[in-house]
């Protein structure tokens, strides 16, 4: 590449180095130090080709601004980035929103962080499974997991499974979750009652004594006259 032969005046200029990465990546190799390692110049060298960043500045690639940049724009695999920025909550959230089973790679405290967690749910519902166990445990957490993915419902803790509040607010997003309640949640004859108002198929997953209870059925055929159907 001619740039090699640049002067000193023209490997330190900005405009300069900023038009020559434009063009080609691996220019940045014959910046001056200061410029290798000047964000606007590495992020556009990137967007020309990805192995710049083996020949920027050092710590670039720990650089907070280069590494969200380049992982958004797909130039960084997160699980490729340097791993003292998986404790990195910036990053990790970054990441997280654009694949959101990167949140397997991030750092054991990020994992309990609601924010970064239910993103990585949004952005992929399996994600929920690399959830830390304190957030499953959450009612507004897993219940929110649950509202962007019902199927979610069969990991979710027992403890929550046999909770009332809990399970009452989940049939109301799909009744069919009344399937995964625990002994004590599906007993209560109003969680199914509204399981059953969400969904009449919802009476297959009742408990036997429910389904052979002639008042019961007669409660849900007011409650849901497509039970019939069952």
């Known amino acids: 590449n001619s740039f090699r032969f ?5 490997r330190d ?12 990546g691996m220019v940045i190799r014959y910046a001056s130090d200061e410029l290798k390692s000047d964000p606007d110049i590495v992020k556009n060298a990137m967007d020309n080709n990805p192995l710049a960043l083996s020949a920027a500045g050092a ?7 280069v590494v969200i940049d380049l992982i958004q724009k797909g130039k960084l695999k997160f699980i490729d ?3 003292s920025l998986r404790k990195n909550r910036n990053v990790v959230l970054a990441a997280v929103n654009v694949d959101g089973e990167n949140l397997y790679y991030a750092d054991t405290a990020l994992k309990n962080d609601y924010e970064i967690a239910i993103s990585a749910v949004k952005q992929h519902s399996h994600s ?8 499953k445990n959450n009612k507004a957490f897993s219940l929110e997991a649950v509202g962007l993915d019902s199927k979610l419902i069969s990991n979710v803790p027992y403890e929550l499974l046999d909770d009332e509040e809990f399970m009452s607010e989940a049939v109301r997003i799909d009744g069919l979750t009344l399937k995964w309640a625990g002994y004590n ?10 399981a059953i108002k969400q969904n009449p198929a919802a009476l297959f997953c009742a408990r036997d004594f429910y389904r052979s209870d002639e008042n019961f059925l007669k409660k849900a055929l007011e409650i ?7």
């Open 6 to 10: 640049a002067s000193d005046r023209l």
């Open 13 to 24: 200029d900005f405009e300069t180095v900023f038009d020559a990465v434009n063009i080609d």
């Open 59 to 65: 710590d670039m690639d720990k650089n907070e601004d």
């Open 81 to 83: 980035a340097d791993k």
């Open 128 to 135: 929920y499974t690399w959830a830390s166990d304190s957030l």
């Open 185 to 194: 949640a599906s007993g209560k004859e109003k969680i199914v009652l509204a």
């Open 224 to 230: 849901n006259g497509d039970c019939l159907k069952f």
